[in-house]
């Protein structure tokens, strides 16, 4: 009865996005749109094959799959009827066709060129209308089910990099633990990492994404983790960075800094406060702090079936946060040559504040 409830939650929910996306068709002028991001598609129908299109028009949703997806595309979607194609672009054509479309949108982001001309030219009589971020904005405001698998997803990740510090001393390299720390991932039920993990130690840690190499840690190292777990497609993202057994006073106050910028900002967060109000709380008292020029990148971004989506927390940012949104919050302070500092926390905000869903704790820890 529980699994019976659970499946009927999912597609009650993947009703409720595709009705969202169709209440958006007036405002892009368009009789439908197609969709090809992985995340989106998954999203809106629970497929998670690798390749595929999906049609969602004012009275039918469609999904085209090749012969290798069929069977599952069954048993995940709801809600889409589904459609084989042995090419795509034909199969796209062929639907547009049938159904008499004038005006269609196209996710451009995610289609190549030469697939996107053929169609084009095959469709002759109707108007493609190319739509960037409008689709993956779809999915900025996360659901209770997607809450509940993000907050899964950082437990994992939590319990991952737990078991891997105690391997971490000087000796061992950024490779090595690297291995250890995806192995735990596995161990605790990942299906993936979230990304390339970044372990970083030493002058690598003023490298924002620097890539694991044979360097061996040394005593009075920085030492730069960022890493995250995947739950049912849905991503944690965290960085922790460590002091290896000992800490000279200039770390302790830089790492002190970049620890209050992540602090206030955190604090800040909730809705209705603009995305670029989070970055400026950041860069100014990392600024204010005198290393305002080794601050080289954006305070945040948004995480849920992909590690990196809307909405961008920068200084030219144009979003709002709104209630059910998740960001992540990530000064750092890279001094080259030397070493650098990076805090990261992932964050659901809520009307008058947010809770942190990443779990490791965030003051200096030497291991």
């Given at each position: 009865?529980?699994?019976?409830?659970?499946?009927?939650?999912?597609?009650?929910?993947?009703?409720?996005?595709?009705?969202?996306?169709?209440?958006?068709?007036?405002?892009?002028?368009?009789?439908?749109?197609?969709?090809?991001?992985?995340?989106?598609?998954?999203?809106?129908?629970?497929?998670?094959?690798?390749?595929?299109?999906?049609?969602?028009?004012?009275?039918?949703?469609?999904?085209?799959?090749?012969?290798?997806?069929?069977?599952?595309?069954?048993?995940?979607?709801?809600?889409?009827?589904?459609?084989?194609?042995?090419?795509?672009?034909?199969?796209?054509?062929?639907?547009?066709?049938?159904?008499?479309?004038?005006?269609?949108?196209?996710?451009?982001?995610?289609?190549?060129?030469?697939?996107?001309?053929?169609?084009?030219?095959?469709?002759?009589?109707?108007?493609?209308?190319?739509?960037?971020?409008?689709?993956?904005?779809?999915?900025?405001?996360?659901?209770?089910?997607?809450?509940?698998?993000?907050?899964?997803?950082?437990?994992?990740?939590?319990?991952?990099?737990?078991?891997?510090?105690?391997?971490?001393?000087?000796?061992?390299?950024?490779?090595?633990?690297?291995?250890?720390?995806?192995?735990?991932?596995?161990?605790?039920?990942?299906?993936?990492?979230?990304?390339?993990?970044?372990?970083?130690?030493?002058?690598?840690?003023?490298?924002?994404?620097?890539?694991?190499?044979?360097?061996?840690?040394?005593?009075?190292?920085?030492?730069?983790?960022?890493?995250?777990?995947?739950?049912?497609?849905?991503?944690?993202?965290?960085?922790?960075?460590?002091?290896?057994?000992?800490?000279?006073?200039?770390?302790?106050?830089?790492?002190a800094i970049v620890k209050d910028a992540h602090d206030k900002a955190v604090d800040a967060v909730k809705a209705g406060i603009a995305c670029r109000d989070i970055d400026g709380i950041a860069r100014k008292y990392i600024g204010d702090a005198g290393y305002g020029e080794?601050?080289?990148?954006?305070?945040?971004?948004?995480?849920?079936?992909?590690?990196?989506?809307?909405?961008?927390?920068?200084?030219?940012?144009?979003?709002?946060?709104?209630?059910?949104?998740?960001?992540?919050?990530?000064?750092?302070?890279?001094?080259?040559?030397?070493?650098?500092?990076?805090?990261?926390?992932?964050?659901?905000?809520?009307?008058?504040?947010?809770?942190?869903?990443?779990?490791?704790?965030?003051?200096?820890?030497?291991?």
């Amino acid at each position: 009865m529980d699994y019976e409830r659970k499946e009927s939650s999912e597609s009650s929910a993947r009703e409720s996005r595709i009705e969202r996306v169709r209440s958006m068709l007036p405002g892009f002028d368009v009789e439908g749109i197609f969709f090809f991001e992985e995340a989106n598609i998954r999203y809106l129908t629970g497929f998670a094959g690798s390749d595929g299109a999906l049609f969602v028009g004012g009275e039918r949703t469609l999904l085209l799959v090749d012969g290798r997806y069929t069977t599952q595309a069954k048993a995940e979607t709801t809600g889409c009827d589904i459609i084989k194609f042995s090419d795509r672009t034909e199969g796209m054509a062929g639907t547009i066709s049938d159904l008499r479309l004038k005006r269609v949108g196209i996710e451009s982001p995610s289609i190549d060129l030469n697939s996107y001309l053929k169609l084009r030219d095959r469709v002759e009589n109707t108007s493609l209308k190319p739509l960037s971020g409008e689709t993956e904005r779809v999915r900025m405001i996360k659901d209770g089910g997607e809450a509940s698998l993000l907050r899964k997803a950082a437990i994992m990740a939590a319990r991952a990099l737990g078991e891997t510090l105690g391997h971490i001393r000087p000796g061992i390299t950024e490779r090595d633990i690297t291995s250890i720390l995806e192995m735990k991932m596995r161990e605790v039920g990942s299906e993936k990492p979230s990304f390339e993990t970044i372990v970083a130690s030493g002058a690598n840690t003023a490298l924002p994404h620097a890539v694991p190499g044979p360097r061996e840690i040394q005593d009075g190292d920085f030492l730069v983790i960022d890493y995250g777990t995947v739950c049912k497609g849905y991503h944690s993202d965290e960085t922790c960075t460590f002091a290896i057994r000992s800490v000279t006073e200039k770390q302790a106050a830089v790492y002190a800094i970049v620890k209050d910028a992540h602090d206030k900002a955190v604090d800040a967060v909730k809705a209705g406060i603009a995305c670029r109000d989070i970055d400026g709380i950041a860069r100014k008292y990392i600024g204010d702090a005198g290393y305002g020029e080794y601050f080289s990148h954006g305070t945040g971004h948004g995480v849920g079936l992909n590690v990196h989506e809307p909405p961008a927390v920068f200084e030219r940012a144009e979003d709002v946060l709104e209630e059910g949104m998740v960001i992540t919050v990530e000064p750092g302070v890279y001094i080259p040559g030397l070493w650098g500092v990076r805090i990261e926390d992932t964050v659901m905000v809520e009307k008058d504040g947010c809770e942190i869903l990443t779990k490791m704790p965030k003051d200096l820890r030497i291991l």
